[in-house]
């Protein structure tokens, strides 16, 4: 009888911790707050939130700007991919990182880098939340934006319109349709 009461009061404390630290990042996540925009403060890393717990964004490395993806879950994990295109048009996903979030609170948080590709395990990276009128596309209409190397060219219309532009990749360019949330 006293292993099932101990044993029950495991359970129950060690539920009890889990349920507190899901509490503590409740809302404080990026995935947690839809059509939110976050940057590094070094800005390196820069994250774009859709509506289900992914982003889109990008990692600048001494090699040039990774387009990406930021997978997050129930938990604290964060995961980075890379879009791999396959053999008749199928596309894959390449995992490139796995960071932990230390979510303080829903302004700003710190990544540890666990695995990595392009940073130091161990690494801590701050991320902020951007204000609306530092985000770089969807607030600012009618506006022109170019990297510091001239290889990204980005042009906003009117409200509702899509954003337009090119990448610049060696001898290469890519053109770019993004059309902002509504």
């Not at 503590?24 to 939110?36: E, G, I, T, V």
């Not at 129930?74 to 991919?81: A, M, R």
């Not at 948080?109 to 392009?118: G, N, P, S």
């Not at 130091?120 to 991320?127: A, C, S, T, Y």
Request: net charge negative; with cysteine.
């Amino acid at each position: 009888m006293k292993i099932k009461y101990i044993s029950l009061l495991i359970i129950v404390f060690l539920s009890c911790n889990a349920y507190t630290n899901y509490k503590s990042w409740y809302n404080k996540r990026p995935c947690d707050q839809p059509y939110s925009q976050w940057q590094s403060e070094d800005e390196t890393v820069y994250l774009n939130m859709g509506a289900y717990g992914t982003a889109i964004g990008s990692i600048r490395t001494k090699e040039g700007v990774k387009n990406v993806y930021f997978k997050m879950g129930l938990t604290n994990g964060i995961d980075i991919y890379e879009k791999i295109e396959e053999k008749d048009g199928q596309q894959s996903l390449k995992k490139l990182e796995h960071w932990l979030g230390d979510f303080q609170n829903e302004r700003e948080f710190i990544a540890t880098v666990i695995e990595t590709v392009y940073f130091e395990q161990g690494q801590k990276i701050k991320l902020h939340q951007l204000e609306k009128n530092e985000r770089p596309m969807e607030e600012q209409p009618n506006t022109k934006w170019a990297s510091d190397d001239g290889t990204i060219l980005l042009t906003a219309g009117e409200q509702g319109t899509p954003i337009t532009g090119s990448i610049q990749v060696g001898d290469d360019s890519i053109s770019i349709l993004y059309v902002a949330r509504g």
